[in-house]
């Protein structure tokens, strides 16, 4: 059984027991987190598709841990011109395991 989930504006295809990072969620390490925007549950041959969503359709995940990822380095230059520019960015996020799917 598997599920397609949203959540910080993107889509995840999640089953159970899988480990995942989203984009930060302010909640506590150890406790359950109930994402109720799933686009689409398949159990099998038998598909729920949503129109955006399914209806009584949620997933349970624990927080596992927060964090940042690696820096991403941008780097700017123009040739001949002696104009370099360096910057970096590390994006927070939110490690999650899948612990149920319910429909």
């Known amino acids: 059984m598997y599920a397609v989930i949203k959540t910080g504006g993107k889509q995840y295809r999640v089953e159970n027991g899988?480990?995942?990072?989203?984009e930060q969620v302010p909640v506590e390490i150890g406790s359950e987190l109930l994402i109720d925007q799933?686009?689409?549950v398949a159990d099998g041959d038998n598909i729920s598709l949503g129109k955006p969503l399914v209806s009584g359709a949620s997933v349970k995940a624990t927080v596992l841990e927060q964090g940042r990822h690696?820096?991403?380095?941008?780097?700017?230059?123009?040739?001949?011109?002696h104009?370099?520019?360096?910057?970096?960015h590390r994006q927070?996020?939110?490690?999650?395991?899948?612990t149920g799917i319910s429909v």
């Open 92 to 98: 927070n996020y939110t490690e999650i395991q899948i």
């Open 18 to 22: 899988l480990k995942l990072k989203i």
């Open 70 to 81: 690696d820096k991403v380095r941008i780097f700017k230059m123009r040739r001949r011109k």
């Open 38 to 40: 799933v686009l689409m």
């Open 83 to 88: 104009y370099r520019k360096q910057q970096g």
